[in-house]
């Protein structure tokens, strides 16, 4: 049966309309995405295949263009189309951040630095700019790689830190592995930065690990 032959309240658009994004399973926003089924399967249907053969929301996601259009019904210009909401929902997280002190916003710089960082499949190091006020002032990632002395320069981040005229900083970085408990590596990197940052004034307000999920926050832990 054709999605336009359900009852209204069944329907994925019309529920989110009347309750809310919240109350639909992942394979109804994704059928909402997909506006259409192929030959005998709904929307719905074939959004409840993509999600078992990809195996979750996020597998689907974050899948490369090869990937993405292998199965039935699935090509470049819908993998552009989703590549484009993943990357509105990250501005979106970047204007709410920008808007408010990140000190006082915890769990919004989580949510944003974990959206940033968390399914890239090798090391970054990345730095949240702050002007004196802790409002956010840039988003940028330094360092591709292993994160220890030789892949992190402490003068690259000061010349960063400078050059936005920055007075603190958030550091934060990925684990791949996606285990986020922080490395005695990483320690000693945040220990070399706080030094070096401290010459010109700048402060170090946290050094944020992200694993698969969550993060670890130096400061939480009176490391910092």
Not at 7 to 12: F, Q, Y
Not at 30 to 40: E, S, W
């Amino acid at each position: 049966m054709a999605i336009c032959d359900w009852p209204s309240a069944e329907r994925p658009r019309e529920k989110l309309l009347a309750q809310g994004a919240g109350s639909l399973s992942d394979a109804e926003l994704l059928a909402i995405f997909l506006r259409t089924g192929v030959k005998g399967k709904s929307a719905v249907d074939l959004a409840r295949e993509l999600l078992q053969e990809f195996g979750s929301l996020r597998a689907l996601l974050t899948a490369d263009l090869t990937a993405f259009c292998k199965p039935l019904g699935l090509g470049s210009a819908k993998y552009a189309q989703l590549q484009a909401v993943l990357e509105m929902a990250r501005r979106h997280l970047a204007e709410q951040l920008a808007r408010g002190d990140a000190l006082t916003s915890p769990d919004l710089t989580r949510q944003y630095l974990l959206a940033q960082l968390r399914d890239r499949d090798h090391e970054v190091f990345a730095c949240l700019l702050l002007d004196n006020q802790h409002r956010v002032l840039k988003y940028h990632e330094l360092f591709r790689g292993t994160i220890d002395g030789a892949a992190v320069y402490p003068r690259e981040v000061v010349k960063l830190a400078l050059s936005h005229s920055a007075a603190a900083v958030i550091l934060a970085h990925n684990h791949p592995s996606g285990v986020a408990e922080p490395s005695h590596a990483d320690r000693a990197l945040t220990d070399r930065l706080q030094q070096a940052l401290g010459l010109v004034d700048i402060r170090v307000l946290d050094h944020l690990v992200v694993g698969d999920g969550h993060c670890v926050s130096f400061a939480e832990r009176g490391w910092i």
